[in-house]
Nanobody
Framework: QVQLVESGGGLVQPGGSLRLSCEAS????????IGWFRQAPGKEREGVLC????????YYVGSVKGRFTISRNNAKNTAYLQMNSLKPEDTAVYYC??????????????????WGQGTQVTVSS
């Protein structure tokens, strides 16, 4: 059974950092791209960034460049989203997701087949 479980969300002050984890089970993450999406209250889910199986990174939104990065540890079957210099507008539920292929697809939710349950990130003073 394919499963993705996110963790690491929480409340952080503006300018702070968080690292989200996405642990995969039921399949080997090595051969797949993995993406992070987020959904703020009252807004549509948006793609944030993605890492291919060969570690090429695609940023889906320009506002996180230089602040967010994605990585993977295949030995732990886990991907990470490191978020620095957080802003209130980063507040959202963050989801990890996996498409069927090894390259990063378009930043559309329907390009991804498996999703985690989400983890809340709140940036507030």
């Amino acid at each position: 059974q394919v499963q993705l479980v996110e963790s690491g969300g929480g409340l952080v002050q503006p300018g702070g950092s968080l690292r989200l984890s996405c642990e995969a089970s039921g399949f080997t993450l090595d051969y797949y791209a993995i993406g992070w999406f987020r959904q703020a209250p009252g807004k549509e889910r948006e793609g944030v960034l993605c890492i291919s199986s060969s570690d090429d990174i695609t940023y889906y939104v320009g506002s996180v460049k230089g602040r967010f990065t994605i990585s993977r540890n295949n030995a732990k079957n886990t991907a990470y989203l490191q978020m620095n210099s957080l802003k209130p507008e980063d507040t959202a539920v963050y989801y990890c997701a996996v498409p069927t292929g090894w390259v990063c697809p378009r930043a559309e939710a329907d390009e991804y087949d498996y999703w985690g349950q989400g983890t809340q990130v709140t940036v507030s003073s």
